[in-house]
C-alpha cells in the first residue's frame, strides 16, 4: 500500500474532523448566547468532566488515555472560548479585550461565596437582630489571654510581622512534637491550599478530590489548569478505595478534608491506613485538610502527623479559625517534611501572617482549657439539636465537627424563608447538594431559636 493513499485517506478524515468541529462550535455559540441571556455561568467543570469521564469510558482500545484528554481538553478550551466571546475580538469590546488579556484560567475560575455577613442582612430585611450560623465560626469568641495579647500587639504594628513567625512556630512545634522546620505558616488554610497549588501543581496534572469536599481544592485545581477527578462519596463520606483507584501517573495531589465541609462526616484511622499502605513510594502528596479537628470526639480519628514523621508525603492543614476563634485574624498552618515545606516557603508570600494574628494563636495555643471548654460546648449542644432534629422528623447527617448538613428539601427556599426571620445558614448548591442547609452548632439560645425558626419555615412550606 503506498504511503501516497494513506496520506489521501487521513486527508478525508481531517475533513470530516474539521467539519464535525465547526459544526460543535456553532452549537457551543448557540449555547454561550442562550447562557448569557439567562444570566447563567459559561463555565461549568461538572459538564466538562462529564464529557471526560463519558469518552474514556467509550474508549475501548486505540486512542491512550492522556491522548485523549489533551485532545478534548483543548476542544473544550475552544468551545469555552467561543461561549465567553461569541463574537470577534477587536479590542473595543472591554470585556472581549479583558478575555484576551487575563490567563485563561482566572476567567474559568469560579469565585468563592461566602456567608452572608450579618450588617447586611440588617439592612436588607430591616431586622435588629440577626444570628450568624453560616460559616462555622465559634460563637464564644477568643480567650482572655488571645484578646489581651491581641491588645499588646497594636502597639507594634507599625513595624513589619516576624517573616518566619520563629515563636508561633515554635510553640506549635512543641504542642504538636515536631520540629518547627516542618511546619509552615499561612493566611489561613486557604492560602496554603492555594500555595500547594501554586508550588506544586502543572497543567498537565490532575489532582484526586471527592465529589462533595470543600469547595477550595476544586478551585485550585481549576485555577492551575490541572484535571480535576472527582470521585462520588459513599454516603456522604470520602470513598478512600475509589480515591486511592482514581490515582494515575499523571496525579499529583490528593485532598481529603478531614472532618469534611460540609458534610461533616470523617474518615477512620483504619481507613486512613488502608489508603496509606503503599503511599510512600508513590511520588504524590496526600494533604489532609483537618480545618475542624479539635471539634471531633470520635475515638477512632485517625493521627496523621505521624505519617509525616514516618516520611510519607503528606500535609496536615490547621487552623486557628475554628475552636480558637481567631477567624477574622486569618493564622493557619501546615505540617510536612522539611523538603515539601521548603518549596511552599519559595512561594509563601512574605510577613503573610500579621503580628497580631501570630500574637493571638500563642496566647490561644497556651489556654488548653478554654478550648477544652469550647469542645463540650459544641459537642453537647450538637448532640440537642441532632435529637430535637431527629425528634421533629427532620432529616440530618451526623457530623463529627461543629456543623450539621441538614436535608430541607429546597435548600435555597428555607435559606431564604429563615433570612427572613433573623438567621444566617449556609445554602449548599454549589456542593451539588440542594436539598441541604448546614447550619452552624452556636451558642445555646442560637440553636433554640434557629430550631423554631426551621420548624416554622418547613411547616409553612407543607
Do not use: W
Request: proline share 4%; charged share 30%; net charge positive.
Amino acid at each position: 500500500m503506498k504511503i501516497e493513499y494513506l496520506r489521501k485517506s487521513i486527508d478525508g478524515i481531517d475533513d470530516n474532523i474539521l467539519k464535525l468541529l465547526k459544526k460543535r462550535m456553532k452549537i457551543a455559540m448557540l449555547i454561550g448566547r442562550m447562557k448569557s441571556e439567562m444570566n447563567e455561568d459559561i463555565y461549568i467543570p461538572r459538564r466538562e468532566n462529564e464529557i471526560l469521564n463519558r469518552l474514556l469510558k467509550n474508549n475501548r482500545g486505540g486512542l491512550q488515555q492522556d491522548a485523549l484528554i489533551a485532545i478534548f481538553q483543548n476542544i473544550l478550551n475552544a468551545s469555552r472560548a467561543l461561549q465567553k466571546s461569541p463574537a470577534a475580538d477587536n479590542g473595543v469590546n472591554p470585556r472581549a479585550g479583558m478575555n484576551r488579556l487575563a490567563r485563561k484560567a482566572v476567567l474559568n475560575f469560579e469565585l468563592y461565596i461566602p456567608g452572608k455577613p450579618i450588617e447586611e442582612v440588617k439592612m436588607e430585611y430591616r431586622l435588629k437582630k440577626v444570628y450568624k450560623l453560616a460559616s462555622n465560626e465559634n460563637p464564644e469568641g477568643p480567650s482572655k489571654k488571645a484578646i489581651n495579647a491581641m491588645i499588646a500587639a497594636l502597639g507594634g504594628v507599625n513595624r513589619y510581622p516576624d517573616g518566619e513567625a520563629y515563636y508561633l512556630k515554635n510553640a506549635l512545634a512543641k504542642s504538636i512534637k515536631i520540629a518547627a522546620s516542618n511546619i509552615i505558616l499561612g493566611s489561613g488554610t486557604d492560602e496554603l491550599i492555594e500555595i500547594i497549588g501554586k508550588a506544586f501543581l502543572e497543567p498537565q496534572d490532575e489532582i484526586v478530590i471527592s465529589r462533595h469536599a470543600f469547595i477550595r481544592y476544586k478551585m485550585i485545581g481549576d485555577l492551575m489548569g490541572c484535571r480535576v477527578r472527582v470521585i462520588p462519596m459513599k454516603k456522604l463520606k470520602h470513598d478512600l478505595k475509589a480515591m486511592k483507584k482514581a490515582i494515575t501517573g499523571r496525579t499529583k495531589v490528593v485532598f481529603i478534608a478531614n472532618p469534611n465541609n460540609p458534610t461533616g462526616t470523617y474518615v477512620s484511622s483504619s481507613e486512613v491506613a488502608e489508603f496509606m499502605k503503599g503511599m510512600k513510594e508513590k511520588n504524590i502528596l496526600v494533604v489532609f485538610d483537618e480545618a475542624y479537628k479539635e471539634y471531633v470526639c470520635e475515638k477512632d480519628y485517625p493521627e496523621t502527623v505521624k505519617y509525616v514523621r514516618d516520611g510519607y508525603p503528606v500535609i496536615v492543614l490547621r487552623t486557628f479559625s475554628k475552636i480558637y476563634s481567631l477567624a477574622g485574624l486569618r493564622a493557619g498552618y501546615g505540617i510536612s517534611g522539611e523538603n515539601i515545606i521548603n518549596v511552599m516557603n519559595r512561594i509563601r508570600p512574605p510577613f503573610n501572617v500579621n503580628s497580631v494574628a501570630q500574637a493571638a494563636a500563642i496566647a490561644s495555643l497556651n489556654d488548653s482549657l478554654r478550648v477544652e471548654k469550647y469542645r463540650r460546648l459544641a459537642f453537647n449542644e450538637k448532640i440537642k439539636l441532632q435529637n430535637a432534629l431527629e425528634k421533629s422528623g427532620i432529616e440530618f447527617l451526623p457530623s463529627a465537627a461543629n456543623f450539621i448538613l441538614i436535608k430541607v428539601g429546597n435548600g435555597r427556599k428555607v435559606f431564604n424563608s429563615l433570612l427572613r426571620k433573623g438567621i444566617i445558614v449556609r445554602a449548599m448548591e454549589e456542593y451539588e447538594l440542594p436539598e441541604y442547609i448546614r447550619v452552624t452548632i452556636g451558642l445555646p439560645e442560637e440553636n433554640k431559636l434557629f430550631l423554631k425558626a426551621l420548624k416554622e419555615v418547613i411547616n409553612e412550606k407543607n
